[in-house]
Nanobody, 125 residues
Framework: QVQMVESGGGLVQAGGSLKLSCTTS????????MAWFRQAPGKDREGVSC???????TRYLKVMGRFTISRDNSKNTLYLQMNNLKPEDTAIYYC???????????????????WGQGTQVTVSA
């Protein structure tokens, strides 16, 4: 049974930092591309970042230069370091996994096989 559990969310002031983690079980991450998505109140879920199994490719939408995606396959964990947070980053953050080695079309949420339950990130002005 596959499980993906996000942690590390919370309340932070604008300009602050948070590091999200997504711990997985039931998956061999050597064979899975991973991503972070987020969903703000009243908005559609949107892609934040993607990373291939060997870290050969990373992609970002809107957060380039502030967020960094990383992974440790030996620990079955995906990370998202978020710096210089802004109120518009407020959302529920989800991790996702799909089999394969590519971040192509990663921002389309339909293509992901597994999802975590989400962790709330709130950034105050």
């Amino acid at each position: 049974q596959v499980q993906m559990v996000e942690s590390g969310g919370g309340l932070v002031q604008a300009g602050g930092s948070l590091k999200l983690s997504c711990t997985t079980s039931g998956l061999n991450l050597d064979f899975y591309t991973m991503a972070w998505f987020r969903q703000a109140p009243g908005k559609d879920r949107e892609g934040v970042s993607c990373i291939t199994p060997t870290n050969s490719d990373t992609r970002y939408l809107k957060v380039m230069g502030r967020f960094t995606i990383s992974r440790d396959n030996s620990k079955n964990t995906l990370y998202l370091q978020m710096n210089n947070l802004k109120p518009e980053d407020t959302a529920i953050y989800y991790c996702a996994a799909k089999s394969g080695q590519s971040c192509s079309y990663w921002f389309e949420s339909d293509g992901w096989n597994y999802w975590g339950q989400g962790t709330q990130v709130t950034v105050s002005a």
